[in-house]
Structures are given as C-alpha cells and as structure tokens.
C-alpha cells in the first residue's frame, strides 16, 4: 500500500455486538485489524436507538428489553465511537459496514420484510453521500442487502453488483431489488468498480472459519484502501 493509503481515514458502521442481534463481532474487528494493518485511522458509529430485539447468544432465543445498539456497540469499539447522526462523508475517505443479524434487523427491515425493507435514514444518508462523492463503501456478510436497496434499479438506482456468498434467498432478494449478485467464496472479495462497491461473504457461510472471514475481509478492505488512495 502507498504511503497516500497510511493517511486514509475509514468510518466503521456497526450496529450493536453480536451476530444475533447487532454487528457480527469477528467480522467488525476483522474490520478494524485490516484497517490498522494498512495505517488507516477509523472511527466508529452506531445508531443512538434501541436494537429491534435481543437475542441470548447461548440458546439462540430473544429475551428482555432490547437494548441499545450504540452503547451495545460500544463493547466492540472499546468506547471509543459516536452517534451515527455525526458521520459525515467530508470527514472520512471510505465507509466500511461489517454485517451480523443486526445489519438486517436495526440498518434496515430486510430480516422481516425482505426485498420491500426499508433502510434506516441516517444509513441512506451515510451511503448516498459517500457514492455521490465517488468515495468507496465496502460491506461484509447480510451488509451488502444496504447497497442492493438503495442502488439497486427496483428503487429506482443505477444497478450495483455485489455478492452475497453462494445462491440464496438473501441473493434471490437482493437480484429482486435490481442487484446483480456474483456468487463468491467466503475468501473472495466482489468489486463493482463503477459503483465503488466491495462486497465479501464473510459469516453468510455459516460454515466459514475466523479465518476465512478475515481473508475475506482483508480484501474488501485492500480494494476500498487502494480505490481511495487513487482518488
């Protein structure tokens, strides 16, 4: 990587800890680890609201209140993180979405509503102003259904390919919201070079290793660094 690349400056989404109910935790800090390898300084954010549910990571079931996604994310970025409200695309050279359930559950409604989801505002907002500005985005696991609903030519955007892993219905959805999908190993990395979009697997494949992920994630990562190091 350019010494231009050590100078770049990611924000981080995540949305909660853990795969059940917020940011899948290996793929968020196979995030930051591939960022600080590369010399990239990043800040993370979350939405100030609370999680659609919780879920006990050890039986698999919802229980309690739901909690809140930015103090709950706050255990991943070590405290250090603000409210996604402040994220502006000015302030950063790429924008970097690890997935978890939570990515389909509190960024937007594609968990319960599949290709007819909605996406929360402030994550439009984040993701329109960083393509506007020709800055990359790159998005892990169920994180790329984001991009098929806001660029995807159902909603009325220029079409986006991304990958979801293997065919699924998660890929059948997003083709139906007008993205193409490549079907890509969980150690690949899908980049749509006129969209500035890098998709890869990550934890779509159930069976993925930690490290398989973190190949995977390594390539986003490489790829949306050297696109903005070109910028």
């Not at 940011?23 to 591939?34: C, F, P």
């Not at 590369?38 to 919780?54: E, H, K, R, S, V």
Request: proline share 6%.
């Amino acid at each position: 990587m350019s010494s231009s690349a050590t100078s770049l400056r990611a924000a981080v989404v995540l949305c909660g800890s853990g795969r059940g109910d917020g940011s899948e935790i290996h793929e968020s800090v196979s995030i930051l680890t591939h960022c600080a390898r590369l010399g990239i300084t990043y800040q993370c954010f979350a939405p100030d609201q609370p999680q659609a549910d919780t879920i006990n990571h050890l039986t698999g079931k919802p229980e309690g209140p739901a909690r809140n996604c930015l103090v709950e994310a706050a255990r991943i970025a070590r405290g250090i993180i603000l409210p996604l409200t402040e994220l502006e695309a000015g302030d950063y050279d790429l924008l970097l979405f690890p997935g978890g359930f939570g990515a389909a559950k509190n960024l937007c409604t594609f968990a319960a509503q599949g290709p007819a989801c909605t996406v929360l505002a402030d994550v439009q907002r984040v993701l329109r102003a960083f393509h506007a500005a020709g800055k990359p985005i790159g998005l892990a696991c169920i994180a790329p259904v984001l991009a098929a609903r806001i660029f995807g030519k159902a909603g009325g955007g220029p079409g986006v390919t991304i990958t979801l892993g293997a065919p699924g219905p998660s890929a059948d959805a997003a083709v139906a919201m007008g993205a193409t999908h490549r079907p890509l190993a969980v150690t690949e990395a899908c980049t749509d070079q006129t969209m500035r979009i890098i998709t890869t697997p990550a934890y779509m494949d159930d069976e993925a290793t930690p490290w398989q992920v973190f190949t995977g994630i390594g390539k986003l990562v490489d790829a949306a660094a050297a696109m903005a190091a070109k910028r």
